[in-house]
Every structure is written in C-alpha cells, then in structure tokens.
C-alpha cells in the first residue's frame, strides 16, 4: 500500500462515516436537545453524560476532558489506531473507494488521450497511403503486392 490517500477521498469518508452511527458502536448515545446526542465519555471516567456528538456537524466534544474531534480522531483515539489505518476501515464499512497519490495518477492521466492519439494517427497514415498506392507511380507497388496475392481491399 503506497503512497498517500487522496485529500478528496478523506474528505468522503468524513462525510460518509456518520458520526453517531460510528460513535454509537462505542457509546449510547441520547438525543441532547438542539440536534445533539450525549453519553458517558469513553476518554474519561464520569458519571453523569459529558460526551456530545453534533451529527450535522460530524463532530465530536467532551466537556468534562475536553477531548474532541471528527470521526477519524476519535476512531484513532478509542482503537489506538493510526490515520490511514482508521481512513482504510471507515472506507470499507462505509463503501468508499480511496485513491492513491502515487499509482492511480500515473496510470490514468497519459493513457486516455495519448492511446486516442495514436489511433487517429494510424488511420490518417493509412488513408494517405492507400491514397498513394493509386497514384500512378505506384504502379511498381502494386505489381509487387499483386505477385504476393493481395487483392486491393487487403493491400489497402
Ligand atoms: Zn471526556
């Protein structure tokens, strides 16, 4: 696995791992009122709910510890799990696919249109030469392809 996850796919992924879906595997989670959820905070021992998630916001904040964060930062923080670990999980169970800076950028971008070039240049080169092997001074050519038995559509 080379090469470093691109921006845009992190960014989905923050989008796509909703938070309280994510947290909720970890923490019960009640509505807060004000289109927040509360719960007792994982990071540090409380017994009343401290812990908030902020759905439309995807965000996370306790206010007894002063933990908080995204998505990423706490799947990091609660499994002890590095940034690309946590980004490669939460594109698998949330279906999105992540692209490479190396690789994916060196395989896509000359193939496309230079592959489209090519072929138009053989075409031309072919019609110019079909075109050729008409003129009279191609008279030698065509005797020449004729003893080898190319009829004119296969000489063409
Ligand atoms: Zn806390």
Same mark, same amino acid.
């Given at each position: 696995m +080379?090469?470093r996850?691109?921006e *845009?796919?992190? =960014?989905?992924?923050?989008?796509? +791992?909703?938070? &309280? ?6 923490v019960? /989670?009640?509505? +807060?009122?004000?289109g927040?959820?509360k719960?007792l905070?994982p990071?540090?021992d409380?017994? $009343?709910?401290s ?6 916001r995807?965000f996370?904040?306790?206010f %007894?510890?002063g933990? %908080?964060?995204d998505?990423?930062?706490f799947?990091m923080k609660? *499994?002890g799990?590095s940034?690309?670990?946590?980004v490669e999980?939460? =594109?698998d169970k ?6 490479r800076? *190396?690789? &994916?950028?060196r395989d896509d971008r000359p ?5 489209g070039?090519?072929?138009? =240049?053989n075409?031309? =080169?072919?019609?110019?030469?079909a075109?050729? /092997?008409a $003129?009279?001074?191609?008279l ?5 392809l004729g003893?080898?038995?190319? &009829?004119?559509a296969? +000489?063409?």
């Amino acid at each position: 696995m +080379a090469g470093r996850i691109r921006e *845009d796919d992190i =960014a989905e992924v923050r989008e796509k +791992a909703r938070i &309280d879906d994510v947290v909720s595997g970890y923490v019960t /989670l009640r509505n +807060a009122g004000g289109g927040s959820m509360k719960g007792l905070c994982p990071f540090h021992d409380e017994k $009343s709910p401290s812990f908030h998630v902020t759905p439309a916001r995807q965000f996370w904040h306790c206010f %007894g510890c002063g933990e %908080g964060g995204d998505v990423i930062s706490f799947l990091m923080k609660i *499994d002890g799990l590095s940034f690309t670990e946590t980004v490669e999980r939460l =594109a698998d169970k949330y279906g999105v696919t992540l692209r490479r800076e *190396d690789g &994916d950028v060196r395989d896509d971008r000359p193939r496309g249109p230079q592959r489209g070039r090519l072929l138009e =240049a053989n075409k031309v =080169a072919q019609v110019f030469y079909a075109e050729q /092997l008409a $003129s009279t001074e191609a008279l030698a050519g065509r005797q020449f392809l004729g003893q080898r038995g190319f &009829d004119q559509a296969a +000489a063409e």
